[in-house]
């Protein structure tokens, strides 16, 4: 299936704007998106993605490729000292409330460390922190999370997925197959640099 350029880059385009917002004069480095959906079909260097936006975009694969598998765990996999990102929403007491929890493997322990706005729902944020404290909260879970220079209380709900990720390779880029992807334009062509991906029909959170 082929999708003509003349559709293809205005929609990238479209969506690095919203994403990622005005970029200055100065900025050498080229726009970075990032893309959920469903893989529609495969080719050797090229892959067809259907958004959840419904927009149908064809990207290329870089040579440089890196795909990881997102599986599901339990809520009781996290445990103080663990290393996690989470999409989450505000309450009015302050805290936050997970929309869904990724448990880092030690390999990846540190990555994006911080508390930043999110891009899956309106006001969604994203925490990547260290637990320092875990304690129930009906059959959900209160964390106490901790990262350089702030800290954040997210209320886990039962019904929250719980995922980690390993590494993985361009076998899960099947049709049907649920991704999020990080893309750039390469020579004024969207390219795919790195690709999260379910295996078996798993759809994931984010």
Do not use: C, W
Not at 22 to 27: C, I, L, R
Request: charged share 15%; hydrophobic share 45%; aromatic share 4%.
């Amino acid at each position: 299936m082929t999708v003509p350029a003349h559709r293809v880059l205005p929609v990238l385009v479209g969506i690095i704007i919203g994403l990622l917002g005005t970029f200055s004069g100065a900025q050498t480095t080229p726009a970075t998106a990032r893309l959920r959906g469903t893989v529609v079909s495969v080719a050797p260097a090229s892959l067809v993605l259907k958004t959840r936006e419904g927009e149908v975009i064809e990207l290329q694969l870089s040579d440089r490729l890196v795909v990881n598998e997102v599986y599901p765990i339990t809520l009781a996999d996290v445990q103080p000292g663990s290393f996690i990102g989470t999409a989450a929403l505000p309450q009015a007491d302050g805290s936050l409330r997970a929309m869904a929890v990724t448990v880092f493997p030690d390999a990846a322990r540190g990555t994006g460390e911080g508390h930043r706005p999110f891009d899956l729902q309106p006001q969604s944020t994203m925490t990547n922190a260290t637990v320092a404290e875990v304690s129930s909260l009906g059959t959900g879970r209160r964390l106490q999370l901790k990262y350089k220079d702030g800290a954040q209380t997210i209320v886990v709900p039962p019904e929250a997925p719980i995922v980690t990720f390993r590494p993985g390779d361009r076998s899960l880029l099947v049709p049907g197959a649920s991704v999020s992807l990080t893309a750039q334009a390469i020579n004024v062509k969207p390219t795919a640099l790195r690709i999260n991906a379910g295996r078996n029909g798993f759809v994931l959170p984010y």
